[in-house]
């Protein structure tokens, strides 16, 4: 059922990850084997602040089986130019309440060395700088969506197996409906109706710092509007660099908002962008009801500041958009879409 994907990825600027083995349950933070209290304070913690906390845990049909006496720990912040991942691994995750959970929302590495004053330099405590490949991280949690379960874990077991070394299973991260799905970071871009060949594909441009926009929800850093409008910026200027477009101003509010985008070589639009309902309506999850899910339309774009070699878009266009891949047709599996098959941009050209 089409349904763009564009402006549909969860907002968290930072992500907190706690690796927690074994089941999860519907609420995996107070319904896994990690102490429910440490869960609940860990929310508490986090709420209002722009850090999202998740369990993970490493593929496996035996979740189990990869139990340790030490938890890995992941803070992953996600704003263009200031995207990092710092990693440590702990006996107790209660540990974590010490964090300023409001400096690593704001991007301030600094925040991993608790809310009191600390002698700046160096990173705190066993915290270091992660240096790996990108993380993927593949919402599974069956409990909270089967769907998640169904075509998450294969996912992520295909991936493992591929030698993908930074896949883990993750516990929520919405969207279940475009299952399979997930979030790379520290980039903090999250895609849906994938394949392995699609990931593998897009943590090659990421390894270039270039963003694959096929599948692509929108970055995490930004709220929905805003995701939605980088993307169809992204689509307009044929721009990939991960690191090239900003959202600076989000204005008004539901239904409707004005979104500014900043390109670093200086160039700005003004972004349009619509909440509308889905329909017909669907199912949001298996197994759920009926509704009808709000969708991000991109309404109208129009450059409002040249880059600093005088290029410009040419003119001011309207439409109704759906950034992203398209749903396969009825019967065909996802990621087997030819491009002959996808729709035709409408946007205006470059001169």
Not at 66 to 71: E, V
């Amino acid at each position: 059922m089409s349904e763009p994907l564009a402006g549909t990825a969860a907002t968290a600027p930072t992500w907190l990850l706690v690796e927690q083995p074994g089941p999860w349950g519907t609420e995996a933070l107070t319904a896994s084997r990690l102490d429910p209290a440490v869960g609940r304070a860990l929310e508490r913690a986090a709420e209002g602040t722009g850090v999202r906390v998740a369990l993970i845990r490493r593929p496996g049909r035996h979740a189990d089986l990869h139990a340790g006496s030490r938890h890995r720990v992941f803070v992953a912040h996600t704003r263009p130019g200031r995207s990092w991942i710092r990693t440590t691994a702990l006996a107790d995750p209660g540990e974590l309440l010490g964090l300023d959970f409001a400096a690593l929302g704001a991007g301030d590495a600094g925040g991993l060395s608790g809310a009191a004053d600390d002698a700046p330099g160096g990173l705190p405590g066993e915290w270091e700088e992660y240096t790996g490949d990108p993380l993927v991280l593949v919402c599974t949690n069956g409990k909270r969506d089967r769907c998640c379960a169904l075509l998450g874990r294969p996912l992520a077991a295909e991936l493992t197996a591929a030698g993908v070394e930074g896949t883990w299973e993750i516990t929520h991260i919405g969207g279940h409906r475009f299952s399979p799905t997930l979030v790379v970071l520290p980039h903090g871009y999250a895609y849906g109706r994938v394949t392995a060949q699609d990931v593998k594909d897009t943590l090659a441009a990421l390894r270039e710092n270039r963003v694959a926009t096929e599948g692509c929800r929108g970055r995490s850093a930004w709220e929905r509007p805003g995701q939605a409008a980088e993307l169809a910026v992204r689509e307009l200027t044929s721009e990939d660099g991960a690191d090239a477009l900003t959202v600076v101003r989000t204005e008004s509010a539901a239904p409707a908002w004005s979104v500014t985008v900043a390109h670093t070589d200086g160039r700005v639009w003004r972004v349009s962008v619509a909440q509308t309902a889905a329909a017909p309506p669907r199912q949001q999850s298996c197994g759920s009801p009926l509704g009808s899910p709000a969708r991000m339309d991109v309404v109208g774009i129009r450059a409002v500041r040249p880059a600093r070699d005088g290029r410009t878009v040419t003119a001011a266009r309207r439409w109704a958009t759906g950034c992203g891949r398209p749903p396969p047709p009825h019967g065909q599996p996802p990621g087997v879409l030819g491009r002959a098959q996808r729709p035709a941009l409408r946007y205006p050209s470059l001169p």
